[in-house]
């Protein structure tokens, strides 16, 4: 398993500025991954976060909008720039992992609680 | 990525056992069927994986139908601690978990 802790929990920042977020897990991980929960919506996935290599964004997020940076194996950050109230969501950074002692030969992948961003 | 169709909500009676069907229609033959569950306010939590066979672990089973087309994920005795959203969630082992619309499951006391 992989624990993962984000800061900050949650914010309230004003429209125009931006927020760094940021992710660090207990072991070292290759694939890290970010997401978005709108109020009421499921989770959408913003960008996978490789270490040594470039984000892949998915279709409809920009790295201007949404910088990422992955430093080493254990930690990440995401930016939400130029913030609006329509970014007002919960960020999530997600971890897939090598299975575990059990035998289990399917990567899984693990969430972290997510950072609750209110933009005013 | 397959796309999957989950009932927008579900009651259980607290105690009963609760099934959650998914359509997976289009699911590639390397794909594996993941259920996740989102507790309010929490992150998504891993409950169980399976190709072909049914799998069962310590939180749940999984029934996967012959042709692969469809699962149920069965939570045999249901506790109010099982309110959540449930994703059914097909994934390849290079792939990426994207998120559906999943069951909002109440259990009922």
């Known amino acids: 398993s992989a624990v993962i802790s984000q800061k900050p929990s949650r914010d309230i920042c004003q429209r125009g500025t931006s927020l760094t977020i940021q992710c660090q897990v207990d072991?070292?991980?290759?694939?890290m991954f970010w997401y978005r929960q709108q109020p009421g919506q499921s989770l959408t996935l913003i960008a996978t976060?490789?270490?040594?290599?470039?984000?892949?964004?998915e279709s409809g997020f920009v790295i201007d909008k949404f910088p990422i940076s992955r430093p080493n194996l254990t930690f990440s950050t995401l930016t939400v720039s130029n913030m609006s109230p329509e970014d007002s969501s919960i960020y999530l950074c997600?971890?897939?992992?090598?299975?575990?002692?059990?035998?289990?030969?399917?990567?899984?992948?693990?969430f972290g609680p997510g950072t609750r961003l209110t933009v005013l | 990525d397959a796309k999957t169709t989950q009932p927008p909500s579900m009651d259980c009676a607290e105690g009963r056992a609760a099934n959650l069907p998914c359509n997976h229609s289009t699911i590639s033959g390397n794909e594996y069927v993941y259920w996740y569950r989102q507790i309010h306010s929490q992150g998504p939590q891993y409950i169980i994986h399976?190709?072909?066979n049914n799998e069962t672990n310590e939180m749940a089973s999984l029934i996967i139908t012959e042709d692969r087309k469809s699962s149920t994920l069965i939570l045999p005795h249901a506790t109010l601690r099982d309110t959540a959203v449930y994703y059914c969630i097909p994934k390849g082992s290079m792939g990426k978990i994207i998120f559906g619309k999943g069951t909002r499951l109440h259990i009922l006391p």
């Open positions: 976060a490789n270490q040594g290599s470039e984000a892949t964004y």
């Open positions: 997600s971890v897939e992992v090598p299975p575990g002692g059990s035998g289990g030969f399917h990567n899984e992948q693990f």
């Open positions: 072991s070292q991980v290759t694939m």
């Open positions: 399976g190709l072909k």
